[in-house]
C-alpha cells in the first residue's frame, strides 16, 4: 500500500455569489464575491505559496491571474488545519467560470499543486430555473 498518496493532500470548497449592489449591468460590469475553504487533509503540514486563477467570461475572453498567496497571506496548514477567505471578481458578462490551483509547500519539502475545481459564476435567473415537482406513487 502507498501511503504516500494522501501525504499531500488539499481538498478546495468555493461558493460564489453575485455582488448586486456592486454591479453595473448597463456598463458590462457584473461583480462576483467567492468564498474559498482550503482544508489540509492530508498528514504533512503545507503551506499555500501562490496561486493561479482562469477566469472566463461568457464571451470566452480568458483572464489569468498569479500571484503570491492569497488575500495577503500565505496560510500554513496543519492536517486536519482549515483556512477560508472571501476574494471577488469583475466579469463583462452575467455568466462566467473560474478554476486554478494554488501551489504548495509540504514541511517534508515536497512542492505540489492543488487544483481548485471549476465553479459557475452567475447572475440570479441567468439559468433556466427548474421546477421540481413531487413524485406520486401508487395512483
Not at 26 to 51: E, H, M, Q
Not at 81 to 107: C, K, N, R, W
Request: hydrophobic fraction near 35%; aromatic fraction near 8%.
Amino acid at each position: 500500500m502507498n501511503t504516500d498518496l494522501h501525504k499531500h493532500h488539499i481538498d478546495i470548497l468555493v461558493r460564489a455569489a453575485y455582488v448586486d449592489a456592486q454591479s453595473a449591468p448597463d456598463a458590462k460590469r457584473y461583480v462576483f464575491a467567492y468564498t474559498v475553504t482550503i482544508t489540509n487533509s492530508g498528514s504533512v503540514p503545507a503551506k499555500l505559496l501562490n496561486r493561479h486563477w482562469v477566469i472566463t467570461d461568457g464571451n470566452q475572453q480568458v483572464q489569468e491571474v498569479r500571484g503570491v498567496g492569497v488575500v495577503g497571506e500565505q496560510p500554513h496548514l496543519s492536517p486536519g488545519m482549515s483556512f477560508e477567505y472571501t476574494s471577488g471578481t469583475v466579469l463583462e458578462t452575467p455568466i462566467g467560470t473560474m478554476h486554478g490551483s494554488y501551489q504548495m509547500l509540504a514541511d517534508d519539502g515536497t512542492q505540489f499543486d492543488a487544483d481548485i475545481p471549476p465553479f459557475l459564476l452567475t447572475t440570479p435567473r441567468q439559468l433556466p430555473l427548474r421546477r421540481v415537482l413531487p413524485i406520486r406513487r401508487g395512483c
